[in-house]
C-alpha cells in the first residue's frame, strides 16, 4: 500500500497550476475535463504516479468560493533550501506566511507560504526534519 495523492479544491486552476508549478516546481502529470460534471482534475507532483504521491487539483466549474476548514493542517515539500523557496515564492507574488528557520522546541528548518487558495504549504529543508 501507499499513499497515491491528496485532492485539493481549487477556485481557479490556472492560477493554481502557475503556483505549483512555478513556485513549488512540480509537473502537470495530467489533467482531464469531465463536462458531464462540470470539474476538472490536474494531477501534480515531482515524479510520475506510478513513482511517488500526488496533488490533485479539483476545479469545479461552478464553484466560486470555499471556506477551509479549520482541521487542514498542510502539505509538507522537501526543499533544498527553505529561504531560496521562500523568496522563489515572493518573487512570483505568493504569500510567505512564516519565514526559513528553526521550528520551534526543535532543529527542523522550515517555512510557510500559501497558496492562491490559502492552504499552507510547508517547506522543510532537506536533511533538517529528522531531529
Known amino acids: 500500500m501507499r499513499v497515491l ?5 481549487v477556485i481557479n486552476l490556472e492560477e493554481s497550476l502557475r503556483f505549483y508549478t512555478e ?4 509537473h502537470l502529470l495530467r489533467q482531464k475535463e469531465y463536462p ?16 511517488a504521491a500526488a496533488l490533485e487539483l479539483t476545479w469545479n466549474w461552478d464553484q466560486t ?11 509538507a515539500i522537501e526543499v533544498d533550501n527553505a529561504a531560496q523557496a521562500c ?11 512564516r519565514e526559513a528557520g528553526p ?29
Not at 5 to 9: A, E, N, S
Not at 65 to 75: A, K, M, R, S, W
Not at 105 to 117: C, Q, R, S
Open 23 to 26: 513556485a513549488l516546481g512540480m
Open 103 to 131: 521550528m520551534k522546541h526543535g532543529k527542523t528548518i522550515l517555512a510557510f507560504v500559501e497558496d492562491p487558495n490559502g492552504y499552507s504549504i510547508e517547506f522543510i529543508q532537506k536533511g533538517t526534519q529528522f531531529d
Open 87 to 97: 523568496e522563489r515564492a515572493r518573487k512570483l507574488g505568493y504569500r510567505v506566511t
Open 65 to 75: 468560493d470555499y471556506t477551509l476548514g479549520d482541521q487542514y493542517g498542510h502539505v
Open 5 to 9: 495523492h491528496t485532492m485539493l479544491r
Open 36 to 51: 458531464d460534471g462540470r470539474f476538472t482534475l490536474a494531477f501534480v507532483g515531482y515524479a510520475p504516479e506510478t513513482e
